[in-house]
């Protein structure tokens, strides 16, 4: 009796903060994919799933329903807010540049070890350490 | 991909637009969405296309390696030259108020020479990068004379 | 979305990772068009979809488009991961509402930008070049330093025989 009065608070709560319980499943995902998969490049992408994941974060608060995209216009009153916009123009843009930056890290690697996966070149580096 | 006349020829057709696409990102973003992020990566982004359709050599042909690592410096100079000239024209650092006579029209021309740096230093570097993947990989080939990942893509 | 990233998990073909990854990309740009941010879903689009995608190829193409087989059971990371989310959700149902504009984040300093001082119809530009200056060229100089730090990586080196490191 008192779970179904819990859950039945519980719910419309819940769907008060859907936005922020969509953030959190892809950031959960995001860091699934870092910590459980050993491919560098595939945790690149989880990287970025992560960072896709806190753009939501930050947009979705500014958003009121009824406004409109903050360019401003005489027959409009009510503006998203445009501060969170302008933080994550540039997170993008500097995601990008550091995402091509773990990449590069990721082919030079590569060509160093010869595989990206992290238990190998771990695997290698012991192998080294023993023979010396 | 290089001798698909499909994608050569819509490519031909293409590529202006985008570039021109850019600019008008570039320069109505003051009143549509829009802005230096944005122009410099789509003009980036057409330069890739046009690389992607017809080769790398013939890109760089067309934009030198030196105009692209210019490009990456000129434009944070650029962005700060124009904090050091609100500076010389007596306000603070990046106050563009005193760019010009009229308080309004000084906001204008700061807001405009800074989104200018912003765009050329996004596209240079996002260039430079594309250039550098890609060079690397031809020069892979080259040395493995097109081993067993060389036809996997 | 959420169907994009479960299948992003479970692929090991990089190839097809990528291009969820692609697909993602997009429809995030759609769903920040239904909040009302055209400016960050047009760099999204531009850069998520477009440019990200091709470095990510460009990279695979340089390394092995298949991932090696998970060594290690996947249960420890799927634990911190679930206790992580279930934290996060509780803290969360502290937050404001959805759409609230009582929140503290319409309160604070957004009124005065919407006030357009500067006269650019397009708030986002004026807050960007304008009042948060400092930000944006702290910023583009971050864009600049990596990529002089990718040009340090992969630049061949000219003199001195530019031999690659043998491999081990």
Partial sequence: ?132 | MKHDIVLRVVGKLLIPFILLFALYVQFHGDFGPGGGFQAGVIFAAGIVFHALIFGLDHTRTLVPDRLVETMMAAGVLLYAGVGVAGLLLGGNYLDYFVLDQDRIHGQHRGIFWVEVGVAITVCGVMLKIFYMFASRDRDRDRDRDRDRDGEGM | MAIAVVAMIRLRNLFAVVVLSGIYSFLMATLLVALDAVDVAMTEAAVGAGVSTVLLLGALHLCRSEEAKPAHRPWLPLAVSASTAGLLIYGALGLPDFSDPEAPIHQHVAPRYLQNEVDVPNVVTAVLASFRGYDTLGETTVVFTAGAGIVALLRRRRKGGGQEPPKP
């Fill in chain 1, 1 to 132: 009796m008192s779970a179904a009065v819990a859950s039945s608070s519980l719910l419309p709560e819940l769907i008060q903060h859907f936005s922020h319980i969509i953030t959190v499943f892809l950031m959960v995902s995001g860091l699934y994919i870092v910590i459980a998969r050993g491919n560098l490049i595939k945790k690149l992408v989880g990287l970025s799933v992560f960072q896709t994941s806190v753009y939501l974060l930050y947009i979705a608060p500014g958003k009121i329903i009824g406004g409109t995209a903050p360019i401003l216009a005489s027959q409009y009153g009510v503006y998203s807010n445009p501060l969170p916009h302008v933080l994550i123009l540039t997170a993008i843009v500097v995601g990008v540049a550091t995402l091509a930056l773990g990449l590069t890290l990721a082919v030079r690697l590569r060509e160093a070890y010869g595989t990206i996966e992290e238990d190998e070149i771990l695997a290698l580096d012991q192998q080294a350490e023993l023979e010396e």
